[in-house]
């Protein structure tokens, strides 16, 4: 399961950005796909995760009421759609995705998965 990220970059406080997971035709929409990030000095944490076939999401905490995931079967892309971004958000942002039949909850830990994205920056900052 190769996956290519696109989106990220800087924004200011309070701003919004997307990011993009895109695999390979008919894979993506049976993959469990989570999103990661880790920031200087810090360890890998997890952000999202949407279930292969039933779209179920799962979001930390500090992503609640501001993160959402989504995917579009079409595009085969994942979507990481961030609102409210705070400085402490910044870091580099990672895709992953672990192809399964249909589930309804998704794994939030890296090791539960075997492919990962090229990673995109996101920087918060006035």
């Known amino acids: 399961l190769q996956l290519v990220q696109s989106g990220g970059g800087m924004v200011q406080p309070g701003g919004s950005l997307r990011l993009s997971c895109t695999g390979p035709q008919y894979t993506v929409t049976y993959s469990n796909i989570g999103w990661f990030r880790q920031a200087p000095g810090k360890e890998r944490e997890a952000v999202s995760c949407?279930?292969?076939?039933?779209?179920?999401?799962d979001s930390a905490d500090f992503a609640k009421g501001r993160f959402t995931t989504s995917r579009d079967n079409d595009k085969n892309t994942v979507f990481l759609q961030m609102y409210g971004l705070k400085p402490e958000d910044s870091g580099v942002y990672y895709c992953a995705g672990v192809r399964t039949q249909a589930q309804r909850t998704c794994p939030m830990s890296p090791e539960a998965y075997d492919s990962w994205g090229q990673g995109t920056q996101v920087t918060v900052g006035s």
């Open positions: 949407i279930t292969s076939g039933y779209t179920v999401t």
